[in-house]
């Protein structure tokens, strides 16, 4: 079992920057994959940013690609997401996900475990 606690979101203005944390709770968190998602208002969930078990390897939505990295240590048992030139069409509610094949899934119903959410409001 894993549990998940986002924090770090807010209010920012366009071309700001903000620092998502999701805090995993058990000792079993260092064999997932962990991600990020998002859910504007009115849209259905989207894939944004997605790191190994290890850190190794990472994968992006072209959306946020250049502009966000994500990021993990195992030794806080933490994933981050720095999110830098944020954009209005960033605004949503964010949630991290842990995912147990280490496949680098995109699809949500792949993943085993999700957080809360936080909430990103990018202001023009």
């Known amino acids: 079992q894993v549990q998940l606690v986002e924090s770090g979101g807010g209010l920012v203005q366009a071309g700001g920057s903000l620092r998502l944390s999701c805090a995993g709770s058990?000792?079993?968190?260092?064999?997932?994959?962990m991600g990020w998602f998002r859910q504007a208002q009115g849209k259905e969930r989207e894939f944004v940013a997605v790191v190994s078990w290890t850190g190794s390897r990472t994968l992006y939505a072209d959306s946020v690609k250049g502009r966000f990295t994500i990021s993990r240590d195992s030794a806080k048992n933490t994933v981050y997401l720095q999110m830098n030139s944020l954009k209005v069409e960033d605004t949503a509610v964010y949630y991290c996900?842990?995912?147990?094949?280490?496949?680098?899934?995109?699809?949500?119903?792949?993943?085993?475990?999700w957080g809360q959410g936080t909430q990103v409001t990018v202001s023009s």
């Open positions: 996900a842990a995912e147990g094949s280490n496949l680098l899934t995109t699809t949500p119903s792949k993943y085993d475990y």
């Open positions: 058990g000792r079993t968190f260092g064999s997932y994959a």
